[in-house]
């Protein structure tokens, strides 16, 4: 017999692997677009939201964290301040496995370490904007 609880993780985890599977198809098309597409970089960035909202409700904090990096940077995209640069994918890819794999142990993943996903998130906001300066 499952709780309430454990059922309503169930479900987040549920969605939120798979709101990640169409976060990472949309950043490959994005990644072989020229021009950016709004309506593409909205639905990856609503899915990104979506599990950094489902993970405060139910305190997953380090998933929560990285769900956020990740949303922060695909809104600085939708908002045409940042450029979907090979390292901006590559890094945002990157931060979707270790979400994954987040996902995978959800009962350890407060003692997983994200440092590395945050830096190279960081990294490469800060490489794409000194490449790419956005008006």
């Known amino acids: 017999m499952t709780h309430n609880g454990d059922e309503v993780l169930e479900v987040f985890i549920e969605e939120a692997v798979e709101r990640l599977t169409a976060v ?13 597409n709004p309506t593409l970089v ?3 960035f609503r899915d990104a939201h979506s599990v950094k909202a489902g993970a405060n409700l139910l305190k997953l904090s380090v998933i929560e964290e990285l769900a956020h990096k990740l949303e922060n940077v695909l809104e600085m995209i939708r908002k045409g ?9 590559t890094a945002s890819l990157e931060s979707v496995d270790k979400l994954r794999e987040l996902l995978d142990d959800v009962e350890n993943s407060h003692d997983i370490s994200i440092l590395l996903h945050t830096t190279m998130l960081e990294n490469a906001v800060q490489k794409t904007l000194e490449e790419h300066p956005q008006s």
């Open 81 to 89: 301040k940042l450029y979907p640069s090979e390292a901006i994918v």
């Open 42 to 44: 909205n639905s990856i």
């Open 24 to 36: 990472e198809a949309g950043l490959l098309k994005l990644e072989t677009q020229a021009s950016s």
